[in-house]
């Protein structure tokens, strides 16, 4: 059997991008790809969450829950992590911006025109 899926090309090179950084494929970008085979869904672009704050410019309220992306030197550049205050930073180590947590989901009532 031959399987062809057409996957854009941010996905494949956000797939050759992460092959040489940490020399195998993050848990993350298998499970876009896995999903997408199984379930015949198209590989798009995640929509973006919101505007990167760089530490250098502002940081988050103190005891706040932020979403970061970290040194370089890190595996996983993008995690949610505590921002506790001036004096103790963040709980993840080196940050080099943060984003506020978007809104959770809230499903929308349907209407059927049926």
Not at 12 to 38: L, P, Q
Not at 83 to 99: I, N, R, S
Not at 105 to 110: H, S, V
């Amino acid at each position: 059997m031959k399987l062809i899926i057409d996957i854009p090309a941010e996905t494949v090179n956000k797939i050759k991008d992460n092959v040489m950084f940490t020399g195998s494929i993050s848990s993350d970008i298998r499970w876009d790809v896995t999903s997408a085979i199984v379930n015949g869904i198209p590989l798009e672009p995640q929509p973006k969450t919101g505007n990167w704050i760089p530490v250098s410019e502002r940081l988050p309220e103190d005891n706040t829950k932020v979403i970061v992306t970290r040194d370089a030197t890190y595996k996983e550049k993008v995690i949610i992590t505590w921002y506790q205050d001036k004096e103790h930073g963040f709980l993840c180590g080196l940050v080099t911006a943060w984003q506020p947590l978007p809104e959770p989901y809230e499903p929308q009532e349907r209407e059927d025109n049926e």
